[in-house]
């Protein structure tokens, strides 16, 4: 097991995240969206499973903490769980996919399990999975398919690489 290797205020800093954030929060919450697909209102909840995972495992990295380790692990369980047999991660229903932040979701997610892929689990299934969520966009975006500049809010911004976005218009012009 890794013992924290920061000192000092940092150090401590980061323990009082730890037991005063990141064991705090309700994880189930932040993976229920990606369980029950019933996102419908525009809102963004995709997003916030990966911008709060993603610390934490770092966290967990640099301290060793299996409390911690322990609350990551079964949370990226119940992600991967939610991964529909065509490789979708997503906190939209089926008809709503690639609208409103759905791509934006699918990202924070996949940031989330390849930072667990990285630093904590170099498990194949993990790995499976992330390339599985990738398989499932590529199959679904491109010339003949859902444009990815179409995809979501802010054209396409949201969605895809602003430099793209940025390009495209100015092709356009």
């Known amino acids: 097991m890794r013992k924290n290797i920061l000192r000092g205020i940092a150090g401590k800093a980061l323990q009082k995240t730890i037991t005063n954030r990141f064991k705090q929060v309700n994880f189930k919450q932040l993976t229920d969206p990606f369980v029950l697909r019933n996102e419908a209102d525009g809102a963004w909840r995709g997003e916030f499973w990966g911008k709060v995972i993603r610390p934490a495992i770092t966290s967990a990295f640099i301290t060793g903490d299996p409390e911690l380790r322990k609350i990551i692990d079964d949370s990226v369980v119940e992600m991967m769980k939610s991964q529909t047999p065509d490789g979708s991660i997503s906190t939209y229903p089926e008809e709503k996919q690639f609208t409103e932040w759905d791509i934006w979701g699918r990202k924070y997610a996949l940031l989330g399990l390849i930072?667990?892929?990285?630093?904590?689990?170099?498990?194949?299934?993990?790995?499976?999975?992330?390339?599985?969520a990738l398989d499932c966009l590529i199959s679904r975006l491109g010339p003949g398919k859902y444009d990815i500049?179409?995809?979501?809010?802010?054209?396409?911004?949201?969605?895809?690489?602003?430099?793209?976005?940025?390009?495209?218009?100015?092709?356009?012009?």
């Open 149 to 173: 500049l179409k995809c979501g809010n802010h054209s396409g911004l949201a969605a895809s690489d602003h430099r793209l976005g940025a390009q495209r218009r100015q092709d356009r012009l």
């Open 115 to 132: 930072r667990y892929y990285e630093l904590l689990n170099p498990d194949p299934a993990v790995l499976a999975c992330c390339c599985k």
